[in-house]
């Protein structure tokens, strides 16, 4: 059994990561601003502490196993993603505990020789998230320069979506897509391929990906 933390824990990727880490019981605590918010998603009986991710300091991560950084800045204040990324890696410096992991987005995974942000500031109304992706690719250009932490990052696919655990194909830095061209990630299929490096670590210093069979 691990002491797992996750920083996010009401979100998309961290409820499900929450979630499937305490189906395979582990010790999970929830770290979330609006704690009956939390609760209202994973169950009243969800271990969450009211916490903002900025206020962790080293005593209280190294009493872990792991931590998920799961958050998810709006587009005004994308930047909230390498800001958090920055702290907590300076909280660790040094350190061999917690294994960091990190939930960042698709943008930064190659796709036709390009990085697939490039793609996504074609979409409609890109202006008005734009700032997403490209922070995010920005926090692992800045994980990949961290070797005295234990880190790891997964990319989800080009649509990442709530739903169920799926079979699915690992990758590295290709953005990952079927037969049909599709590239589809569940959060349930995320949280099992996290828990997966965190239990058996695989990738550490390193991103990968994930998407659904």
């Known amino acids: 059994m691990m002491k797992i933390a996750i920083i996010g824990a009401s979100g998309n990727a961290g409820s499900a990561i929450y979630q499937e880490a305490v189906r395979r019981g582990h010790d999970v605590t929830g770290f979330a601003r609006n704690v009956q918010r939390a609760q209202a998603v994973l169950g009243a009986q969800a271990k969450i502490e009211a916490r903002d991710g900025f206020a962790l300091r080293r005593e209280e991560l190294t009493q872990f ?59 409609p109304n890109a202006d008005q998230f734009i700032s997403i992706p490209r922070s995010q690719a920005a926090e692992l250009e800045f994980l990949r320069h961290v070797d005295n932490v234990r880190w790891t990052a997964i990319s989800p696919s080009a649509t990442f979506q709530h739903g169920p655990a799926t079979e699915f194909v690992l990758g590295h830095d290709e953005l990952l ?37």
């Open 177 to 213: 897509a079927d037969a049909a061209g599709q590239s589809v990630l569940n959060s349930g299929t995320l949280a099992v391929a996290l828990l997966n490096e965190l239990e058996q670590p695989q990738n550490e210093m390193h991103r990968f990906t994930a998407r659904n069979k």
């Open 65 to 123: 196993d792991a931590v998920v950084d799961a958050i998810s800045a709006p587009p005004a204040k994308a930047y909230l993603h390498v800001d958090l990324a920055a702290h907590l890696i300076h909280e660790l410096r040094e350190s061999t505990a917690p294994y960091m992991a990190f939930i960042t987005g698709a943008g930064s995974l190659q796709h036709n020789g390009h990085a697939f942000v490039q793609d996504i500031a074609k979409a």
